[in-house]
């Protein structure tokens, strides 16, 4: 019992600590009778299965393996943490659903990861996968998504291209004065309690009192006393943070007070507001929608061919800039990833005053023009209608696979989760293709009489078994 306990403790200390050295490859070509393995026991047509054999694996071990060092504990192997990554943007899972749930559960996802027998256990900590994001950063993550697009092959090489803009919420209440500065009160209660500083008030269940006389402020005979409340509110917080600021040492006083003194300046008209303490970088955005006005996260931009339906190119903005100014950007990303700039690239009348990015025409709907002939007039029309097609590609992207709400914390966290979210997309997509594939060859052979013969006498042999012959 003991040694258990030592055990148990010694596994959970060494998921602490930082992984640094890259893990050693172990292959497992040859078979066993006793002991097989999951490539043998598992359907050899599930999707995730084609998948799996499809993805070169040995890309992103060249790409990445240059981030560890030749010292110290080695790390997970990078095809374990990528396939986590992949999953995770597949099936819309959170990091500590995936590891600690779904991954002993599904012999798939396993393997997925590279593993040949069935694994009893988590693969990793789920905040391994934080630690491997800071790994490769957003550039890394580009990388997974440029092999999502690799394996397309020519169906990616579509020479015309929609492109439009969305909103990636972030995961913050949503802002009001009285809620920030209710937030500013306690966090300088706090930061007094750690500093060992006696503050002459700490306002603690006044401030509970008064966010709840701010509810339904709106209402004639509660306007009154919830502007009262708000006012006091502010007060309350610039009077904790000045307090703060005279007894705190002036090289203690760091950016987390001139981050409160921003929020107690900024007024209804001010610009760069802040709307989150701990999401400072979060904006807000009005695209217009009835259902709901205003938004708070970041801009982010998707790339999509017109033909073939696939993600070229996916990026975020640090600001809120205008539609137009966003396509230099984000078409350059789109050669990097393809090798070549798009013929044509089709957008919305919200990207008016763009008319060309490089070798790239911008369509955009207008009046046609008096020199364009009948058939340059039918072309335009169809490049504009089928733009359409963009608008339920992002609402996938954003209800399947993770772009609706951002839980990564920072401008990295936004990059990296919008740009998963246009891989997992393109990796279903492939998954689908695959399927079909794998059917179309089926329903051949199944058809003709002599490959009939020859497959009822391997299952008759057990050679192959009527479980993997079946979807």
């Known amino acids: ?5 030592i055990n148990d403790k010694k596994r959970s200390l060494s998921l602490r600590k930082p992984c640094q050295m890259q893990s050693k490859k172990s292959t497992r070509d040859q078979l066993n009778f006793l002991s097989p393995t999951l490539k043998e026991q598992l359907n050899s047509k599930q999707e995730l299965y084609l998948l799996s054999n499809q993805i070169k694996w040995t890309y992103f071990d060249d790409e990445f393996g240059s ?7 080695p790390a997970h192997p990078i095809r374990v943490m ?14 500590e659903e995936l590891v600690e749930q779904q991954w002993e559960m599904n012999p798939y996802f396993q393997y997925f990861g590279g593993f040949d027998v069935l694994q009893w256990g988590q693969p990793c900590a789920a905040t391994d996968l934080v630690h491997f994001r800071k790994r490769i950063g957003a550039e890394g993550i580009e990388k997974i998504l440029q092999h999502s697009i690799d394996l397309h092959g020519k169906d990616a090489q579509d020479k015309h291209v929609s492109v439009d803009t969305t909103v990636q919420e972030k995961n913050i209440t949503y802002p009001t004065d009285a809620k920030l500065h209710k937030k500013i009160a306690d966090k300088c209660v706090s930061i007094a309690k750690q ?18 006389d701010t509810y339904n402020g709106t209402h004639p005979k509660r306007r009154k006393k919830a502007n009262a409340a708000k006012r006091k509110l502010k007060t309350i917080a610039g009077r904790l943070v000045r307090e703060l600021e005279r007894k705190l040492p002036h090289q203690q006083r760091t950016e987390t007070l001139t981050l409160f003194n921003k929020v107690l300046a900024q ?9 989150s303490l701990h999401e400072p970088d979060v904006y807000c955005v009005a695209k217009g929608k009835a259902h709901k006005k205003y938004e708070y996260g970041c801009k982010g931009s998707v790339v999509l061919t017109q033909n073939t339906g696939i993600i070229v190119g996916a990026m975020t903005f640090e600001e809120n800039i205008y539609d137009g100014h966003t396509l230099n950007v984000v078409l350059k990303q789109t050669q990097t990833l393809t090798g070549n700039y798009p013929k044509t690239a089709t957008v919305d009348r919200g990207y008016k005053g763009t008319q060309k990015v490089e070798s790239t025409s911008i369509i955009r709907p207008s009046k046609p023009l008096k020199r364009d002939n009948a058939y340059q007039k039918q072309k335009k029309r169809k490049h504009c209608r089928r ?7 992002i609402g996938h992207i954003k209800k399947d696979h993770r772009a609706a709400i951002n839980y990564l914390k920072g401008k990295t966290g936004d990059k990296v989760n919008f ?6 997309f393109n990796y279903r997509k492939l998954m689908k293709k695959l399927r079909a594939t794998a059917l179309w060859l089926y329903i051949k052979l199944t058809a003709n009489r002599k490959w009939q013969i020859e497959l009822k006498s391997l299952i008759q042999f057990g050679l192959i078994s009527r479980q993997k012959m079946s979807f």
């Open 195 to 212: 500093e060992g500083l006696k503050l002459r008030r700490s306002y603690v269940r006044t401030t509970k009192n008064l966010v709840r």
């Open 82 to 95: 990528v396939s986590l990554l992949i999953l995770k943007a597949l099936y819309n899972l959170s990091d």
């Open 1 to 5: 019992m003991i040694f258990a306990i």
């Open 67 to 73: 981030l560890y060092s030749d010292q110290g504990r």
């Open 387 to 393: 733009r359409a097609a963009i608008e339920p590609i």
């Open 419 to 424: 740009i998963m979210s246009a891989s997992g």
């Open 267 to 275: 007024e209804k008209h001010s610009k760069n507001k802040i709307y």
